[in-house]
């Protein structure tokens, strides 16, 4: 659903990465999606934790708070979009199918 490469050009794209040194767009995006929840510890060190865990690497504080911006705002968005748009499709051929079925199953009926 989220192939790296497409996670890296959004994270360009919308200016959360501009130059890729410590910060990996795909790893802050699992970590973000998945360790953030509502019994999971949800601090920004928890968080900064995970992504060193993650990544192997260690970073500075300022590495880390200072990628909270409207950048990743906007990269999150744009991944979900993302999703919206996927599900959409899914849920149309869906339809389309169970529309097919139904108007199959009804003319079986009605014979």
């Not at 510890?41 to 708070?65: F, G, I």
């Amino acid at each position: 659903m989220f192939p790296e490469g497409w996670l890296r050009e959004t994270a360009r794209e919308t200016d959360l990465i501009k130059l890729e040194r410590k910060i990996d767009p795909n790893i802050i995006f699992w970590v973000l999606i998945t360790s953030f929840g509502v019994r999971l510890p949800s601090t920004l060190a928890s968080l900064k934790r995970q992504y060193e865990k993650e990544s192997k690497t260690k970073l500075s504080d300022s590495n880390w708070y200072f990628r909270f911006t409207p950048e990743l705002v906007e990269f999150l968005h744009q991944c979900m979009g993302a999703v919206l748009i996927s599900l959409s499709t899914v849920i149309v051929a869906i339809n389309a199918r169970t529309l097919k079925m139904g108007y199959l199953i009804l003319g079986r009926i009605r014979s």
